[in-house]
């Protein structure tokens, strides 16, 4: 009997096959940079869209897997991880999808680098940018602190290619009081000659497989709150492997980032350093937390990114009502807007990169450094939303098949659907915007810089809502008081995002005239930026 056969969507060299990615570093890298680079990138891109990605549909059905006694009564707490993520953290090792950005080969442009490594590498190996992300903030953080015996002691390990050598790092803030308000922290420090022993219940802890973490807990004595919380930093396991006073109660059980074994800790006795000094812990964690929101936003563009390139793929294979969905205005139009979403996206998280790698080599201004500080949280917040919404109707552009496990599909919504949730909530991280507002003047420079030499036709109307939309954020920023101000924070900081989501896509075309980077820039302009009432 002759049956219809659906045809599986496929994926080229994720590098290759990238016009938006491509297209952005040859506008930003110096040419002799983009030629260095550019066969790592073809490499990754090669492993995502193969290997990766064929193991990634393989280890559909693993999780990871707590142990917590051997068969003699003793407590070992041994976590399993899955073939794809033991595969992954060799594969992030030898190709410096961290050490790149330490490394600095190419000066300010290592950032930018790493990021595109980190974009290609994420969406095939199932959130080990969680780890990853970790570890990046936790060197970031230890070399910021200026503490030469940690640094001396991890971050060698943090930013080695030499897999055998390779440490992960855990970042554990959040507590059973919340994960947002974090000076309510009830984890006791207590000194212990010259060293602490910690004492506590971690609540929601990043991947639990690492060899140390960053912590925060509250020396004896100290007062409430965030400024009364010191941060720490902790070795997961002593000589002999053993968990250093650490017992792993269990593993989340969550609807999406489910390799990730993200856990419940109990610290007891737990052998701790003092990074910086014996308060202001949540100052002290920032750069963590700024590194880490940099990671959300390249993940979220990477799965927007994943996303659309299967379904781009499957709509020139399905054939539904006599033709190919490639060839449906409908289709086409709706993928487009979709498409429109992330490449806006790309350039707002890869700007913050830019930037964060101008900090990590002194060459921020002190107006840009006001910048990176406003601009990590709106990029954060504004990318995580889309992300969800364009994994959302990606899986609808399959029809069915979208909501299908072993298409290995849901599992994009599932993952999309933390990326606003941790590092900082939406709302959250937009009242952080509005105490991060002296960046607003460079904000509004680098906006209206984006759109000096627009010459194109096609561009004029995008401007205008440009335009319009910085006026009007700017007018709310000024005259918006008391409860109003933080009832409007959320619109206020999503206008600031899709603003300058629109202003970078409009450069992007400007510079290239590539008719579907001006397509982008129009849809984008039409769907929605200024959000404020
Ligand atoms: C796997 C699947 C699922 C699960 C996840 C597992 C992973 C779990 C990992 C997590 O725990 S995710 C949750 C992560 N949590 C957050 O990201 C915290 C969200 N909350 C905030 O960001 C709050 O705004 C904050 C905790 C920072 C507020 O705390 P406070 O005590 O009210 O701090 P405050 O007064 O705003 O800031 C204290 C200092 O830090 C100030 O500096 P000064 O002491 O000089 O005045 C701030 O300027 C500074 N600061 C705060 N945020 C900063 C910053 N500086 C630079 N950058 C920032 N982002």
């Known amino acids: 009997m002759e049956q219809f056969k659906q045809v599986p969507p496929a994926l080229k060299n994720q590098y290759d096959d990238d016009r938006v990615l491509r297209s952005y ?29 064929e193991l990634q549909l393989a280890d559909r059905l693993n999780e990871p897997k707590l142990t917590q006694w051997d068969a003699w009564g003793n407590r070992i707490d041994k976590i399993e991880l899955t073939p794809l993520w033991r595969r992954a953290e060799r594969i992030a090792a030898e190709h410096g999808v961290v050490a790149t950005a330490y490394e600095q080969k190419h000066g300010r442009f290592s950032r930018v680098h790493q990021c595109a490594l980190a974009y290609l590498f994420t969406p095939s190996t199932d959130i080990y940018s969680c780890p990853l992300a970790m570890t990046d903030g936790a060197a970031r953080t230890l070399l910021n602190s200026g503490n030469q015996t940690l640094i001396d002691r991890a971050v060698p390990h943090l930013i080695t290619r030499d897999a055998a050598e390779f440490w992960t790092a855990g970042q554990w803030m959040t507590e059973l009081t919340g994960g947002s308000d974090v000076g309510l922290s009830e984890t006791i420090a207590k000194q212990d000659s010259n060293t602490h022993r910690l004492y506590g219940r971690k609540w929601f802890t990043s991947a639990i497989g690492s060899q140390m973490a960053l912590t925060l807990a509250r020396p004896e004595g100290n007062p409430p709150g965030g400024r009364g919380l010191a941060l720490f930093y902790v070795e997961t396991r002593d000589e002999h492997g053993r968990p250093n006073n650490i017992q792993v109660n269990r593993l989340k059980d969550k609807l999406g980032t489910r390799k990730v074994p993200t856990a419940e800790l109990t610290l007891d006795g737990t052998p701790a350093q003092l990074v910086i000094g014996p308060a202001d812990g949540v100052r002290n964690i920032a750069p963590l937390l700024n590194i880490t929101r940099l990671w959300n936003g390249i993940s979220s563009v990477a799965l927007m990114r994943r996303g659309l390139a299967l379904s781009f793929d499957y709509a020139s294979k399905r054939v539904a009502f006599g033709a190919p969905l490639s060839e449906k205005p409908l289709h086409i139009d709706t993928l487009a807007t979709l498409q429109a979403e992330f490449e806006g996206a790309f350039h707002l998280a890869f700007y913050v990169a830019e930037l964060t790698g101008k900090s990590e080599t002194r060459e921020l201004s002190n107006d840009d450094a006001l910048l990176l500080r406003l601009l990590t949280p709106i990029m954060k917040l504004t990318t995580g939303k889309q992300a969800v919404m364009v994994a959302s109707e990606v899986l609808e552009s399959f029809g069915g098949a979208g909501y299908v496990e072993d298409t290995g599909l849901p599992v994009l919504l599932r993952d999309a659907q933390v990326l606003p949730i941790w590092e900082g909530t939406t709302n959250v991280l937009a ?28 561009l004029t109307a995008p401007v205008r809502v440009v335009r319009s939309a910085v006026d009007h954020a700017g007018t709310w920023a000024a005259e918006a008081q008391d409860e109003a101000r933080e009832a409007g924070a959320r619109r206020f900081a999503l206008t600031l995002g899709r603003t300058i989501e629109l202003a970078l896509l409009i450069k992007q075309a400007q510079w290239s005239l590539d008719p579907e980077t001006l397509d982008s820039a129009n849809r984008f302009a039409n769907v929605g930026v200024d959000v404020i009432f």
């Open 25 to 53: 570093l040859a506008r930003v890298l110096p040419p002799d940079v983009l030629h260095d680079i550019e066969e790592s990138l073809t490499e990754m891109g090669r492993l995502a869209g193969g290997e990766l990605y």
């Open 431 to 458: 009242l952080d915007t509005l105490r991060a507002s002296q960046g607003l003047k460079r904000f509004e420079a680098v906006v209206l810089g984006c759109l000096e030499n627009v010459s194109e036709a096609r």
